[in-house]
């Protein structure tokens, strides 16, 4: 049963991942480079409000769900469900004053505060859903969440693309995205039965109590490193061309999944690393050789595939692609490291990555893109995931040296 559940989820994050691709691809033949660059930015200040948000109730969510019985997580869904959506409608007020407020001193002619408030709930939801799902086992509703979005999405661009559109604005994109969400969230809602609670306030208090303790400390790790790293794009972002955000985007839809080439590895033997004292010469060699070849077959297709595909467009994302990837490869490379680590009960090894790699990329994006640009991000991510990997290198030397 384990396996199969296993099986499932890595199934719709690889089936995620794929489709998430095909949408960048798509949508950078359908959008101008500018209304490209714009819609990725505001998905990166989608996924910042969700981290600054959620305050940690979705964790605490999801340790009450384990404990508790199953005729007593519908109230708990909903509770959860109910707090998000008051911190969503909180966050869309707060980002439309500030749009008013901008306004009054700036010129501002794309309404992209107003998207953002108007699609706060969409990456929340979802991510209070996998935690809540992942704390009751119910595996098959989140693969669900996790891939029924790209594939509405994508569905729905790959339709646009093949009448013939050749472009359309990134608001019309974004209202597919928040489409494909809304069906998500409301199937979801449905099977776990949310639903108003004349006794919310006593879910609530327990929701709070459980905050306290497991939540709020979880929560405020993660907003260190994730949530820094997020912040970090987004003032990016902000600060640069649409144009060339997009294609630092497009860019990133490429590379990112090169971090899965190496990790896997640490995944596949993650119970047999329990009982190694080291992880073996031949997985090692193994592993480096073959992110050396993809490397190069990386390489090679970004300089000569993408310019025959997109032409003249997106021109960066060649040299932003093969940077990253060396990144990402790092990472996945530390990821592998620490999975054999985690397997000896080493835990907070990856707290104390994620705060390096998290601290890295800030202080590196703080000191390079004032005189870089989005070049200085792009090598505050690949010091973030070299620092990363190094990190665990040592982590992993010293539990050799205990053995």
């Known amino acids: 049963m384990a396996s199969r559940k296993y099986l499932l989820i890595s199934v719709a994050n690889y089936a995620a991942l794929g489709f998430g691709l095909g949408n960048s691809l798509v949508l950078a033949g359908l959008l101008s480079e500018d209304a490209f660059g714009t819609y990725r930015y505001v998905l990166a200040v989608l996924n910042m409000v969700a981290s600054v948000a959620n305050f940690g109730a979705f964790y605490s969510a999801s340790r009450i769900l384990v404990a508790c019985e199953p005729s007593d997580r519908p109230a708990v869904y909903s509770t959860t469900v109910g707090m998000m959506l008051v911190a969503s409608f909180l966050v869309s007020i707060g980002l439309i ?13 794309e309404p992209v505060l107003l998207a953002v408030a108007a699609l706060s709930w969409t990456v929340l939801l979802q991510r209070t859903f996998q935690y809540m799902l992942r704390g009751s086992g119910r595996i098959a509703d989140i693969a669900v969440q996790t891939v029924l979005p ?53 879910h609530l208090t327990q929701l709070l109590q459980e905050q306290r303790k497991t939540g709020l400390p979880v929560y405020w790790g993660s907003l260190a490193s994730v949530g820094a790293s997020e912040a970090v794009v987004v003032v990016a972002g902000a600060l640069s061309d649409p144009s060339e955000f997009g294609s630092y985007s497009l860019a990133l839809s490429f590379a990112g999944p090169l971090v899965m080439i190496p990790s896997a590895m640490g995944t596949v033997r993650f119970v047999e690393g329990a009982s190694q004292r080291r992880i073996s ?28 595909v997109y032409g003249g467009r997106y021109q960066a994302t060649t040299a932003y ?67 990363y990997a190094v990190f665990l290198i040592w982590r992993y030397r010293h539990e050799l040296g205990k053995n």
């Open 97 to 109: 004053g500030a749009y008013f407020v901008i306004g009054s001193f700036f010129d501002r002619s």
């Open 150 to 202: 790209p594939v509405t999405m994508f569905v729905c661009y790959a339709a646009l693309y093949w009448r013939g559109s050749e472009s359309i604005g990134y608001l019309w994109a974004l209202v597919i995205y928040g489409g494909a969400f809304c069906v998500t969230h409301v199937a979801t809602s449905v099977r776990l039965r949310v639903r108003p609670l004349p006794d919310w306030h006593a």
């Open 281 to 308: 010469a031949s997985d090692l060699r193994f592993t480096v050789v073959l992110s050396f070849l993809v490397m190069v077959v990386f390489s090679a297709g970004m300089r000569y595939v993408f310019p025959v």
């Open 321 to 387: 692609a093969i940077v990253m990837a060396v990144g990402f490869l790092l990472h996945g490379f530390g990821d592998y490291l620490n999975q054999f680590l985690l397997s000896h009960g080493r835990g907070r090894e990856l707290k104390y990555a994620a705060f390096v790699a998290g601290g890295v990329q800030v202080l590196f994006a703080v000191v390079l893109m004032p005189a870089f640009g989005i070049w200085g991000l792009v090598a505050s991510r690949v010091l973030s995931s070299a620092s």
